[in-house]
């Protein structure tokens, strides 16, 4: 395969430099880079003659010169842009003739999947997601053994994820809920959707508690029940974990087994990227499970604390 030539909107944040990065490693080039915020010296590490840009409209202008002046086309346009700017980037990129390969979430709300497929049908491009936990050796591992296990097994599976945050997390557009899509969105969608890709179709969603910081609640797969909580608040994270001076803590088990989860993510995204650029990425239908949800999980009434719940909550008296 030749040369492809990406663009990537948003390569002032947090998740950008995987992205460059994976670029980088599959030998492709960067034409142009946005951002509204300038400290993007990282990008010399990377493609130092690629041009940047603040303002999407110069940034628009210079991709079109490229492929009137210059016959270079885009490719790929890599969106690691707050979640709520997903759908109209990646119309953006469609609109191009490329393709986008979006970071997770892909959109907030299920019918932004539809409404992206209609015009995904009528483009050149393909839409891919970036689904890293499904390349990872631990989840592949779970879904063989469950693949591979009895027919009528229901496994039960707990989820533990906090990562704490200061008080910059609220005051930045993550903690806009009509921005980031809340706290089960913003760090809980791709346990999610990794879920739905082990387990199967979702059977029952039960929310026990919605707040700015933390969320918890119960879920029902075709072969699991997960009782999940997801928190930034560091008062959640187990004192054990505290003496040792840490600030985040993850633990997940299957039938009170622990899955060994703490290494192999440094390479996922050059991974995600040789799957997209050999035809084999996750798309539009492979995101829709997560993000419905995480939409169901948005919109629901707070169920009381019967039956099964996370012991968590019970813990901490939340």
């Known amino acids: ?67 009137r002046r210059k016959n270079v086309a885009l490719d790929y346009v890599s969106i690691c842009t707050p979640n709520y700017l997903h759908d109209s980037h990646i119309r953006m990129a469609l609109r191009r003739g490329a393709s986008a390969i979006c970071e997770k979430p892909l959109v907030l709300n299920p019918w932004n999947i539809d409404n992206l497929i209609e015009i995904e049908q009528e483009s050149a491009g393909k839409v891919n997601t970036i689904l890293q936990l499904r390349l990872h050796p631990s989840i592949i ?33 993550k903690g806009d809920v009509s921005k980031s899509g809340g706290i089960a969105t913003n760090i809980g969608v791709h346990f999610y959707d990794m879920l739905s890709w082990v387990f199967g179709e979702v059977k029952e969603n039960k929310v026990h508690l919605l707040t700015n910081d933390s969320a918890s609640g119960y879920l029902e797969f075709e072969k699991a029940r997960v009782r999940w909580f997801l928190s930034i608040d560091y008062d959640n994270i187990p004192d054990e974990i505290k003496k040792q001076g840490k600030r985040t803590y993850r633990s997940i088990t299957i039938d009170n087994e622990e899955i ?55 813990n901490k008296n939340i």
């Open 1 to 67: 395969m030749n040369n492809q030539n990406f663009a990537i909107i948003g390569v002032g944040g947090y998740i950008a430099p995987r992205h460059l990065k994976a670029i980088k490693d599959t030998n492709n080039n960067l034409i142009a880079a946005l951002d509204k915020f300038d400290s993007v010296g990282i990008i010399d590490s990377y493609f130092p003659d690629a041009h940047f840009f603040v303002e999407f409209e110069r940034f628009d202008r210079h991709i079109e010169k490229l492929k």
């Open 141 to 173: 591992a779970l879904k063989e053994k469950v693949e591979k296990g009895p027919k009528d097994k229901i496994y039960d599976f707990d989820l533990t994820y906090l990562t704490s945050r200061g008080n910059w997390y609220h005051n930045s557009w």
């Open 260 to 314: 060994e989860f703490s290494t192999g993510f440094t390479e996922l995204h050059t991974r995600s990227y040789e799957g997209i650029l050999n035809g084999k990425g996750y798309g539009l239908i492979d995101a829709k499970p997560s993000i419905e949800i995480v939409h169901d999980i948005r919109n629901a009434e707070i169920t009381p604390l019967k039956g099964d719940y996370h012991p968590f909550l019970k």
